[in-house]
């Protein structure tokens, strides 16, 4: 059950407190962070350190996760909306009956799925981050944003979410 304060935040709390229920790839490591991102959230942790020239510690290897969830005037305002930017960025579309559409891109760095769910529009995406590499790699981010994109949308579906925060659960 969402607590008053998250209640109060609309999609950004909603974004939050799912993004930290489906999101275990990234939360395994440690100095976690949460924040709103006005109707998202993003999380990040550090799953390696070092002590950087100055003496600060600085982070070898993290993950981050961003969800970004918006409410279509219809369901099919929602699919238009996310049939566009399938066909924007060149996705491919995945099939699952827990979405009414949905695409895929990924590479070795990230994943983004864009889902459209009733008349719900939610982006989930998943990448590596390091102060010590320029490009930070992450093997199975394809499938991890597959699969926590498939929780996350399965909660969508349930009426009223994600508008109201304690009908998501």
């Given at each position: 059950m969402a607590t008053a304060r998250e209640q109060e935040?609309?999609?950004?709390?909603?974004?939050?407190?799912?993004?930290?229920?489906?999101?275990?790839?990234?939360?395994?490591?440690?100095?976690?962070?949460?924040?709103?991102?006005?109707?998202?959230?993003?999380?990040?942790?550090?799953?390696?350190?070092?002590?950087?020239?100055?003496?600060?510690k600085r982070c070898a290897y993290g993950r981050g996760a961003e969800l970004t969830l918006a409410i279509a005037g219809s369901a099919k305002a929602a699919?238009?909306?996310?049939?566009?930017?399938?066909?924007?960025?060149?996705?491919?579309?995945?099939?699952?009956?827990v979405?009414?559409?949905?695409?895929l891109f990924s590479n070795s760095k990230e994943g983004i799925v864009?889902?459209?769910?009733?008349?719900?529009?939610a982006r989930l995406a998943l990448g590596p981050a390091s102060d010590?590499?320029?490009s930070p790699r992450w093997p199975r981010v394809r499938t991890?944003?597959?699969?926590?994109?498939?929780?996350?949308a399965a909660r969508l579906r349930k009426p009223g979410c994600p508008a109201d925060l304690n009908r998501c659960f």
């Amino acid at each position: 059950m969402a607590t008053a304060r998250e209640q109060e935040g609309g999609l950004e709390a909603t974004a939050c407190y799912m993004l930290g229920a489906a999101t275990g790839a990234v939360s395994e490591g440690h100095d976690y962070v949460k924040q709103g991102t006005g109707d998202g959230c993003s999380v990040d942790s550090c799953w390696k350190e070092y002590d950087g020239p100055d003496g600060i510690k600085r982070c070898a290897y993290g993950r981050g996760a961003e969800l970004t969830l918006a409410i279509a005037g219809s369901a099919k305002a929602a699919k238009q909306f996310v049939a566009g930017e399938i066909a924007r960025v060149g996705m491919k579309k995945l099939k699952n009956k827990v979405y009414d559409l949905a695409g895929l891109f990924s590479n070795s760095k990230e994943g983004i799925v864009e889902m459209a769910v009733g008349r719900n529009i939610a982006r989930l995406a998943l990448g590596p981050a390091s102060d010590a590499e320029s490009s930070p790699r992450w093997p199975r981010v394809r499938t991890e944003v597959s699969e926590d994109a498939e929780l996350i949308a399965a909660r969508l579906r349930k009426p009223g979410c994600p508008a109201d925060l304690n009908r998501c659960f």
